[in-house]
Structures are given as structure tokens and as C-alpha cells.
């Protein structure tokens, strides 16, 4: 702890909660020296929260107390969260600190986004915890295989609205869809996601585009296309929507004998595939039956580099299940046959499959 950081919270507390002890001093008398062996017996070096100023004397290289001394020992091991008030997290000294330091293997968690300490809204709050460790397992643990590259995931399911409190729709959640987005940019990419309605938490750290149906997420994929280096098509997108829709609830008294009527709604995967110049573009197939044969005559048709096919097996893989069952194809026919894992696991697994498809 920083002569700061003690500012906020005492050491004792830190040394009742955690049962560790708890540093302050550089100068220690003892066997080893404090600065050296801290940061040699560990694996990781994580600073959270990070202030502007230990930012920039890490930047500057600068040792003036134990923190700031043990952190010059090793820089690839260091991980940084900022967290500050939004005129300081835009400071272009203090984004010109990070840049420098990422660049020498500095790992950065970025600050979240809403009500600061101060009092003002906007971007450095320190993020909620369960994503603070979620960033920071996915920081240490994924090749850097997609670094700047764009990708454009889509997730969850659509929506196709009957009248005002009905609509027509799948089981998907967007856990697939959402485990794809932070794999890829945990692996360095740029990504966007563009979500139908999701029942998990969104993934922190990339540009999300809500939709809700098929149309809406067939424009906001288009628009989105152009730019992009891989495009994931995870959604479940509903096949048909209501011919019409009703303005008002429907009542049950004034039919009867209600029927249905459905109209196609676009596929929004074969669009993409016609207008593909050297985008990667990758497919998803839930399939009761045949996935692999359905997984390859979807791709060709399609006009895909991979298609993942899934098999859908209640409470195993496919829809509102942390595990899938999974096939992931390629152009030749070529197929991987993953075992039955974790959505999280996959999602890497497909991610490292796309980015051994750019050129090196
Ligand atoms: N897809 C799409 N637009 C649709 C339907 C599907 O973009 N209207 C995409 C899905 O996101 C998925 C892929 O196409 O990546 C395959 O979806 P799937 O439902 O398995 O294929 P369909 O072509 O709809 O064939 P079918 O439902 O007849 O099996």
C-alpha cells in the first residue's frame, strides 16, 4: 500500500480481511530485499485501482516509495486498472503514459463507466468486480492472436413482435455470442457486438449495438460490415416474422379463430457472404440432426470460411447451457470435433481458429 492508498483504507484492515501481510515500507531490514523478492515470488503484479499517478511514474520510471520501486523490476508481469475522474482518464498525458506502457507489456483492465467518486458521471469508475475478474483471467491466460484487428460478433436471439405484449422468439441467451466478444478482445481485437435482447451480462470493453429484430440486426450488421476484418454471426435469428404486426394487444374475444400468417425474414449471414471481399466470416448452426453434414452445406451456401455446428441436447449443448457440443468447419471440409466444454473455452478455441486464417 501506497502512503496514499492508506489514505483510504488502514493496513490493519487489508491484514484482518485478506490474513496477509500487508506492505508499506521500501527500506526493511531482513534477508531479502522487499522490492525485488515481492515481485520475483509472484506471478502477477496487479495494481487495482491504479491512479493517475502511479501511471505516470511507472511511465517515467520512477522508484520513490516500495510500490512504485518493485513495479520497475518487471514490467511484463505489471497489470494496471485505472481509476479516476473523467477529465484525468482523458488527459492525453496520462492515455500517452498507458500506450507507452502497454507497448512494454503492460496489461491494461479499462476503467467502467457511470457514477464516480466525485460525484460525476462518465468513464473511470473502477469496474464491477465480477468483470474486473473476468479481465483480468482473460488478460493472463489468451495469445495475443487478433491484436487491432476488428471483429463484428452478433448474439442472442431476435425478436419478432406480434402485437404490443407478444412477440415471437428462441431460447438463446447471448452467452455464446457474449464468451465470443471478450475472447476476441481479450486476444487484442477491436470488437463490436451487436445484441438481440441478451439475459446475461453484456461483455465489458466492447462497442455494443442493442437490437431486438431481425431487421433491425440485418441493418446494423450491414452497416457494420464494411470495416471489419472477421464477422461471427452467432445470433439466433428468428426465420419468419408476423406479416403484420398489431398497434394494439390483441384481444382474444375479437378472434377466435386466430391464425398466424409469416412472412421470411432475410438471411442476414448470406447477405454478409455475398458482399465478403477478404473478410473472415464465420457461421453458427444448432442441429438436433446431421450437424456436420448441415454445417457444410450451410457453409458453401452461405459462402463462409468456418461454420461451428452444434448439436442441440437438453441441459448438454445448444441453447441456455454454459457447455456446447461443437464442430467447427472449414472451406475444405476439414472439421474440428471439440469435446463437449465450456461456452467460455469454445469461444477461445473458435477465436484462435479465426485468427490462424489472416495472413501472418
Ligand atoms: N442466420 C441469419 N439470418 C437468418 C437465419 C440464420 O443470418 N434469417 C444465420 C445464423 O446466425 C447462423 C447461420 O445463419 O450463423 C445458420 O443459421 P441456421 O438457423 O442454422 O440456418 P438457416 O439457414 O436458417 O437454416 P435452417 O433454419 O433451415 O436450418
Not at 53 to 68: E, Q, T, V
Not at 170 to 187: E, I, K, Q, V, W
Not at 273 to 296: H, M, S, W
Request: proline letters at 6%.
Amino acid at each position: 500500500m501506497t502512503e496514499h492508498a492508506q489514505q483510504f483504507v488502514g493496513k490493519c484492515t487489508f491484514e484482518t480481511l485478506t490474513r496477509r501481510p500487508v506492505y508499506t515500507d521500501l527500506f526493511v531490514p531482513g534477508e531479502k530485499i522487499l522490492h525485488i523478492s515481492l515481485v520475483r515470488e509472484c506471478d502477477w503484479v496487479v495494481i487495482a485501482p491504479a491512479t493517475a499517478n502511479i501511471i505516470g511514474k511507472m511511465a517515467a520510471g520512477i522508484g520513490d516509495d516500495l510500490l512504485s520501486t518493485l513495479l520497475l523490476v518487471d514490467l511484463p508481469k505489471v497489470i494496471v486498472t485505472p481509476a479516476m475522474n473523467t477529465g484525468m482518464w482523458e488527459n492525453p498525458i496520462v492515455q500517452e503514459n498507458l500506450c507507452k506502457l502497454g507497448e512494454l507489456g503492460v496489461g491494461l483492465i479499462a476503467p467502467g463507466t457511470g457514477l464516480l467518486a466525485c460525484g460525476e458521471r462518465g468513464t473511470g469508475r473502477f469496474p464491477e468486480t465480477e468483470e474486473f475478474l473476468e479481465a483480468l483471467f482473460y488478460l493472463r491466460y489468451s495469445p495475443r492472436n487478433l491484436a487491432g484487428k476488428r471483429i463484428l460478433i452478433s448474439a442472442g436471439p431476435s425478436r419478432e413482435w406480434i402485437d404490443p405484449v407478444r412477440f415471437l422468439s428462441n431460447p438463446a441467451t447471448g452467452l455464446m455470442g457474449c464468451a465470443l466478444a471478450s475472447a476476441a478482445r481479450a486476444r487484442g481485437a477491436v470488437v463490436t457486438l451487436v445484441a438481440g435482447p441478451l439475459a446475461v451480462r453484456g461483455p465489458g470493453g466492447v462497442t455494443v449495438i442493442p437490437v431486438e429484430t431481425a431487421l433491425e440486426m440485418e441493418e446494423a450488421m450491414q452497416k457494420e460490415f464494411e470495416p471489419c476484418d472477421g464477422c461471427i454471426m452467432n445470433a439466433a435469428v428468428s426465420d419468419f416474422r408476423p406479416t403484420s404486426s398489431f398497434a394494439t394487444k390483441l384481444k382474444k374475444e375479437q378472434y377466435p379463430d386466430f391464425n398466424l400468417s409469416l412472412v421470411p425474414n432475410p438471411d442476414i449471414l448470406f447477405g454478409l457472404g455475398q458482399r465478403k471481399r477478404n473478410q473472415v466470416l464465420v457461421g453458427f448452426c444448432a442441429e438436433t440432426d446431421n450437424p456436420l453434414t448441415e454445417a457444410k452445406r450451410k457453409l458453401a451456401k452461405k459462402n463462409l470460411d468456418l461454420m461451428v455446428a452444434n448439436t442441440v441436447v437438453k441441459g448438454e449443448s445448444g441453447f441456455a447451457v454454459s457447455t456446447n457440443k461443437a464442430w467447427i468447419v472449414n472451406r475444405k471440409g476439414e472439421s474440428i470435433d471439440c469435446p463437449i466444454m465450456d461456452k467460455v473455452e469454445l469461444a477461445g478455441l473458435i477465436c484462435d481458429t479465426v485468427a490462424s486464417l489472416f495472413p501472418q
